[in-house]
């Protein structure tokens, strides 16, 4: 095996000594009321990023620690994140998805810029579209955060990743970028960035910027890798991997209108467009693949912001349009045609509005605020292998939430209803659905720089239009997954002793999912085509482990640690006779975790980057014929910014996979062995 599950609980005992034998002395940070003097223009691109001390599991990547990780996509970032499972398909092309908790990548929400990307096909967005060039930050919730100021679409979710572009304003008029990067097995991404900011003469709070941002990548993918035919002792071959070209495009323009303090308006445009192959699980001599994917995406938006009623009062408004094409061909399927050519089209209106109240700040005891919010989407999809043609979707979701609290502790609660109605055309009726969800949260500060947390939140997910209408897997009878999240933590929030030159944050948390009605998708031929099954129960047990620590030798001269590690069981609790009751469900280690040190200087930054994860099995049996060993991933960043006058030029290189293993995450994908990347940005 590539790695022991010792390995990884190694790892975790270090990182509870790392939590428990640290001093408790920093200065106490009470409640706060939200301030709304004006619309928010955080620097969020800052280096040090102190774990949440909220009644939610925040978890958050700032640009500067993205920089010093090897992440090109979002994928590659969230990797570093506890309790997060990306599948994996290989390659730079290859599709990636997520699972947070066990819960599986539908239950996860990708939020940009505070509205949500959906797919109303799969239900579930592919992280290896999304890069990360113009990326502020990322942040990942389970639970309810205390911000309620939100579309009601966003607490739908058991867990959120919110990927929010920097809203700081430019420092100068006109920002140019233009970065370049070269890695191994042909990959080649250019990328430009042109920003400008025109002020009012009359009113200087009064002002206009947009952005424009574009970017291509392109890889062959034809990585080398081992091809084993049998046991330890059978033969080996190295082959490489065929059909796993990727070809993408994407552009985005940002518009900000700030009328005054109290009122802007966000007008954004997205477009992508790719091309990839789709390789074949490497089943010995069946290697050649042919598979062909093309995907087309595009989306307008538009926000309204005002505060009103001596800032007491707030409001956003939010329309949005989104369109996504997808054209999937096996020119060696055998059917009657001998080939399987399928074109799929996604249409969505969204409308969300937004109201919230909260206490002004006279009285520095007592927090209290309230948010409605109501969320209006269409969905449809059109598409020539469908068993029903072109269904449509209409959903209605309401939530009302609040939060109240003072010095000593916080409490966040929200009702979420959600009205579901599938419409179908022909004699078929689709079902209808109402679901109340409620979610409760809260925060006890039990001292200095202690906080407890505990969290509660129920769900429902509906089966997407591919596991009930797609000719190849649909079942119309599907019943939607419902969940329950329970979880109890610790949070150490930010220290620092040693007359100031360390600092230390880390939380602990544990947790207790039930999903029922699961349903679980595992690629059959290939990436596109899949087989539905469903698990009647699983429960989800684990805990979560998450610790920074920062150390100044000298001036501008720092060691940082970050590090997490999660201990999960996920089981199958359906059927006690069945044959994989109470056996790990597929894909899904018991232990992971990973772990960075950046040695960061005036002239230099340095980072090492680990990421580890247990045996897991292909499928429900947990037989050896199922398992899936599991691996460990080293990294190295090496990277800085020059000032030349008005000019930064920067570099970044990334040597990658240095162990050079062809480990698997999903079976008979193996991924890149050893690689390099190199990033040149010149920003003006």
Not at 222 to 251: I, W
Not at 281 to 293: G, I, K, M, P
């Amino acid at each position: 095996m590539i790695l022991r599950n010792v390995a990884i609980k190694d790892i975790f005992l270090v990182l509870i000594a790392m939590f428990f034998l640290c001093p408790l002395r920093a200065q106490y940070d009470s409640v706060s009321t939200p301030k709304s003097h004006r619309l928010p223009e955080v620097n969020i691109g800052g280096w040090y990023s102190e774990i949440k001390a909220g009644p939610a599991a925040v978890q958050t990547l700032t640009a500067r620690q993205l920089e010093n990780l090897p992440s090109l996509q979002l994928s590659d970032a969230l990797k570093y994140m506890s309790g997060v499972v990306v599948k994996d398909y290989g390659g730079a092309g290859g599709m990636k998805t997520v699972s947070v908790r066990g819960l599986g990548s539908q239950h996860t929400g990708v939020a940009y810029d505070g509205i949500a990307l959906t797919d109303c096909q799969t239900g579930q967005i592919d992280l290896g579209k999304l890069m990360l060039d113009n990326v502020g930050n990322i942040t990942l919730s389970t639970g309810l955060n205390e911000n309620i100021f939100l579309p009601a679409r966003l607490f739908s979710f058991s867990n959120l990743i919110s990927i929010n572009t920097p809203n700081q304003l430019p420092d100068k008029p006109l920002k140019l970028k233009v970065g370049f990067t070269v890695g191994t097995y042909g990959l080649l991404s250019p990328q430009v960035f042109a920003e400008n900011l025109i002020r009012s003469k009359k009113r200087q709070n009064r002002y206009v910027m947009w952005n424009v941002s574009a970017a291509y990548m392109a890889s062959k993918g034809d990585y080398p890798y081992k091809l084993h035919y049998g046991g330890a002792t059978d033969s080996v071959s190295t082959e490489r991997r065929q059909n796993s070209d990727v070809s993408t495009f994407n552009a985005e323009a940002n518009v900000r209108v700030a009328f005054n303090p109290k009122q802007q308006l966000l007008v954004k445009w997205y477009y992508y467009d790719s091309e990839r192959g789709l390789p074949k699980a490497t089943l010995y001599y069946n290697l050649d693949a042919a598979q062909r994917l093309w995907n087309r995406n595009t989306f307008g938006q538009v926000q309204y912001f005002s505060f009103f009623g001596k800032m007491k009062w707030k409001y956003q408004v939010c329309g949005k349009f989104n369109y996504d094409y997808t054209h999937y061909l096996d020119p060696e399927y055998l059917n009657a045609q001998g080939r399987l050519d399928n074109h799929f089209h996604q249409y969505e209106g969204y409308l969300t509005n937004t109201v919230s109240y909260s206490l002004p700040k006279n009285n520095k005891k007592i927090v209290f605020a309230a948010a409605l919010s109501n969320d209006l989407f269409y969905n449809m999809l059109k598409g020539n292998s469908l068993d029903v043609e072109n269904p449509a979707r209409f959903t209605s979701m309401t939530a009302l939430t609040a939060k109240g609290g003072n010095k000593h502790f916080l409490l966040v609660g929200n009702l979420l209803l959600t009205t579901v109605n599938n419409i179908l055309q022909g004699a078929q009726l689709g079902k209808n659905y109402v679901h109340l969800s409620p979610a409760l949260s809260a925060s006890f500060f039990a001292g200095d720089n202690v906080t407890i947390r505990a969290f509660y939140k129920n769900i429902f997910r509906m089966p997407t239009f591919n596991d009930l209408y797609y000719q190849e897997v649909g079942n119309i009878d599907l019943e939607p997954e419902k969940t329950h999240q329970w979880d109890l933590g610790v949070v150490l929030k930010e220290q620092r002793f040693a007359a100031g030159k360390v600092l230390l944050s880390a939380s602990l948390d544990g947790y207790f999912n039930i999903v029922k009605d699961k349903i679980v998708a595992f690629p059959s031929r290939n990436l596109f085509s899949w087989t539905m099954m469903n698990y009647g129960k699983v429960w989800i047990g684990g805990a979560e482990l998450n610790a920074n620590l920062h150390y100044q030798f000298v001036k501008n001269y720092w060691l940082r640690l970050s590090g997490n590690c999660t201990y999960q069981k996920a089981v199958d609790r359906t059927n006690p006779e069945g044959r994989t009751f109470n056996h790990q469900i597929p894909y899904t280690p018991v232990w992971s975790g990973s772990a960075s040190a950046t040695f960061d200087m005036p002239w230099l930054s340095v980072s090492y980057a680990l990421i580890v994860c247990g045996d897991r099995y292909a499928l429900g049996q947990n037989i050896p014929a199922n398992l899936v060993e599991g691996y460990v991933d080293h990294s190295i960043t090496i990277g800085h910014t020059f000032p030349i006058k008005e000019v930064k030029l920067g570099f970044k290189c990334e040597l990658l996979n240095l162990a050079n293993k062809n480990y698997e995450i999903i079976r008979n994908y193996p991924m890149q062995g050893f690689g390099c990347r190199v990033k040149v940005v010149l920003e003006y």
